[in-house]
Each structure stands twice: as C-alpha cells, then as structure tokens.
C-alpha cells in the first residue's frame, strides 16, 4: 500500500496484551474526569448555584453529561473501572494509600454512567439551547448519549452487568426525541455535511471544533504524502496521476489505510464512495490503494491545507441507524431507516427497487445495518464498538467475531480464543501506581 505506517499496528491489528496496550494511562480520560469533578464539586449545593441557578445549573448539566461520556467511553473499553466522582484532596485525602482506587464492578459503573445522565437531563430541564454552533454539550446531546448508553446496555451483557428489561424501551425513546426534533435532519447531499462552510449543520447534534489557527483533525493521516503519490500512480482511468490532486499543499502523511474490500463495497452509484476515498492504481490498473478525501478542510489565504473540517459526535445519521438496531431488536422493519440513509447517499441515483433494503431475519438486518455505518461513518469512531455492541443474533456473539462483518475475506476481526479482546489490557505504568488495580481479565 502506500507508505503506511507501523504507527498504531497493535491497535489496527487487535494485538493487545499486558505490555503492548495501545495506549497508556487511560488516555487521560481521568484528567477530564477530574475537571467535572471539581466543577460539579466546589459548586454543587452551595451559595454560588442559589444566587445564579439558571447559569450554574446549566454548567453542571453539561459536567453531568460529559462525565457520563468519559465512563462510558471507560466502560466500552475496559469494563468495570475505578469510579472516582469527587476530588480526593479536597476531601482531605492526600495520603497515597487513600488514593488508590480500585475496579468497580461493570454494573456500579454502568448505573452510575446512568445516573449522571439523568442528572444532566434534570440540570437542563426545559433549555433546549444549543451554542457554540453545535460545539457545546447541550440537552439533545446528553439525549443522544443516552439512547447510545441504554442501547448499548440493552444489547451488552459484561459480568454482572446485564440487561435490564427497560432498557431498549429507554433507548428508544431518546432516539424518537431526536428524530421528532425540527432542529435536525439529513443534509440533502454527504458531502454537504462536511463543507467548512457549513460547520453547525442540521445534521450535526454535538461536534468536536476544530479551526485555522487551532487545533486540526486527524484525517491528515489518511492521506498520501505527495513524493510518494504523484508521478508514481495511476488514477481511475489509467492516465498517470501527475498533479497534486487533494490540492494537499505538502500536507499530511499516510499513517493509516482502509481495507480495499471496503471501498470495494460501495456502489458506484453510491455517492458516499468517492466523497470519502480517493482510488489509486498500479499501472496495469489493478487497485493498489485509497487515501482518504472525506473532512479534509480548507486551502487558506497563505495557501496552506488546513485539517480543520468538526468532527461529529453524534450527526442525524446516527440518530437513524441507532433506531435501526431497536427496531431489529423488536422485530420490526429496519428497511425504514436503512433507506432514509440510503436514499440520501444514492442522491440522483435513487431508486428505491434497485438499491433499497428489504427487511430479513436479524442477523441479515444486523449486517446490512453495520456495512451501512461502516459505508457513512468512515474515519468518525464508530466502528470497534459497533461490532462489540452488534450481534449474529438477540442472544448471540459480537460481530467483532463474524467473518461477513469483516473486510479480509475469511477473517474475523477476533477469533473466538480472544474473547478477552472485546476489552483492553491497562498499562504497567498505570497498574504500578496504583496497589489496588487489577489487569483486564485475558490479560
């Protein structure tokens, strides 16, 4: 392939273990931790929230809900995990013993992810109000994270966390507040989504910011580095590529690569194909590779490539494909939100009885479900937990073991010797500075 990098392999190739952990120290999502803490904290409950209620109250509704975002991000990946909701030092405890924390079970932590959502929800109460031009947390994001929370609970079983008999209902009914929102909806065009000029869109529920001058995205390491790519391969139509065609500047370096069989999934028709990958070829024309074209930002004044294009959070899309799991979950019709999304990335190539879905057993919709996250979400997070949260039947295995959910042929993302992989290891470091925690179990 194209100048891929080794950056990341443990990770991409699914092979953790104890010393190779594919990141360290939680991430430092515990840092983030930490700042809702101390917020909700030091003014919870005092003077300062009586005197400004409207202000205060709207600050810990979005603590509250970022919060349950990082557990959750925790609980997805590691499982049971060290619950820590206050400031230890400001509580006096500044000894190290007193500090050490250790792994709560997965169900205190899921019913605590649970509570701070509805402690977000009641903070917010009838303010709907939704600024920074979508970048702040607000209601309907603590809406959604709901929904994908109690989906996820619904459908995830993790020692002595289990389903409970309302959660799908629960999750259901965040996604129809959602959906019944006049604020949101489809753009009429993919590519429509990701236009600079265009940031805030409908579509966009919650986004991460990014700007000139700021911070960038990561999409600059999915594309090519342009002495490597131009003069060298060859585009659709057999003509040596001889320009700089991303207009990329000098910009970026290809770390990362998509599986060919994805971009071998799509329809040609499907116009989500060539608004995220751009092909190359050998010169006898067999495909050699893709570099990415989705998100790519802007050329600015100084004629630089800036990596600047929001990354979604959540989007409508998610919104769609989300109630499309519920309603395979009951038994119902999944074709009704499949081909709203469908019909949007067709465009003028539309036709419903040539390349609309036509509801099947669970495990065909299941599928068809997660190849079309797979085909809308290129390079936005969803797809590991997708296949750990997705199944081959209602009491079935994860997807992450399913061959037809995969890219390469016969092989699964994880055999079924690995069922340990579904969570990841902690790092020695972590697991050093702290007597009370206990390695992932597998690991």
């Not at 999502?29 to 917020?39: E, K, M, T, W």
């Not at 509704?61 to 349950?68: K, L, V």
């Not at 979604?312 to 919104?319: K, L, P, S």
């Not at 699964?412 to 470091?429: C, M, R, T």
Request: charged share 25%; hydrophobic share 35%; with cysteine.
């Amino acid at each position: 392939s194209l100048i891929t990098s080794i950056n990341y392999d443990r990770i991409k190739e699914n092979n953790l273990d104890a010393d190779n952990t594919g990141i360290s120290g939680w991430n430092n999502i515990y840092g983030y931790i930490f700042d809702c803490n101390l917020l909700i904290q030091e003014v919870e409950g005092t003077a300062l929230q009586s005197e400004n209620a409207s202000t205060i109250n709207y600050l810990l509704a979005q603590a509250y809900g970022i919060r349950a975002l990082h557990y959750f991000t925790l609980y997805r990946t590691y499982g049971g995990v060290p619950l820590i909701e206050r400031v230890k030092v400001l509580d006096g405890q500044v000894d190290v013993e007193t500090l050490y924390t250790p792994r709560a079970s997965a169900k205190t932590i899921m019913d605590f992810i649970k509570s701070d959502l509805a402690k977000s929800l009641e903070y917010f109460g009838t303010d709907e109000t939704i600024k920074g031009n979508k970048s702040y947390w607000s209601k309907a994001t603590t809406t959604m994270l709901a929904a994908d929370v109690y989906l996820w609970s619904a459908k995830v079983a993790l020692d002595d966390q289990t389903p409970a008999s309302d959660d799908l209902s629960k999750a259901k009914g965040y996604l129809s507040t959602i959906l019944n929102d006049s604020r949101f909806g489809l753009c009429d065009n993919f590519s429509e989504i990701w236009d600079v000029n265009n940031k805030g869109n409908k579509e966009m529920i919650m986004v991460a910011r990014f700007a000139d001058g700021e911070a960038t995205n990561q999409a600059s390491e999915f594309v090519y580095a342009q002495p490597n790519f131009v003069n060298t391969v060859y585009g659709r139509h057999g003509n040596l590529i001889t320009g700089d065609t991303l207009e990329l500047k000098g910009s970026g370096w290809q770390r990362n690569e998509y599986e060919l069989g994805l971009w071998r999934a799509y329809d040609a028709e499907d116009t989500r194909r060539d608004a995220t990958f751009l092909e190359y070829y050998l010169a006898d024309g067999s495909l050699m590779g893709t570099v990415l074209k989705k998100n790519l930002g802007y050329v600015n004044s100084n004629n630089t490539r800036v990596f600047c294009g929001d990354e979604a959070i959540y989007r409508y899309a998610d919104a769609l494909l989300m109630m499309a799991e519920v309603a395979n979950m009951e038994d119902g019709d999944v074709a009704i939100y499949l081909n709203q999304i469908r019909k949007r990335a067709y465009g003028p190539n539309w036709n419903e009885a040539t390349y609309g879905y036509t509801n099947a057993d669970f495990k065909t919709n299941e599928l068809a479900i997660l190849k079309e996250k797979d085909k809308e979400f290129v390079n936005e997070g969803r797809r590991w937990f997708d296949i750990c949260r997705m199944k081959d039947g209602k009491n079935g295995k994860p997807l992450a073991f399913s061959a037809e959910a995969g890219y390469k042929g016969t092989s699964a993302v994880l055999k079924e010797s690995e069922s340990h992989k579904l969570l990841w290891p902690i790092d020695v470091s972590t697991m050093n500075a702290d007597d009370l925690l206990e390695q992932t179990p597998g690991y």
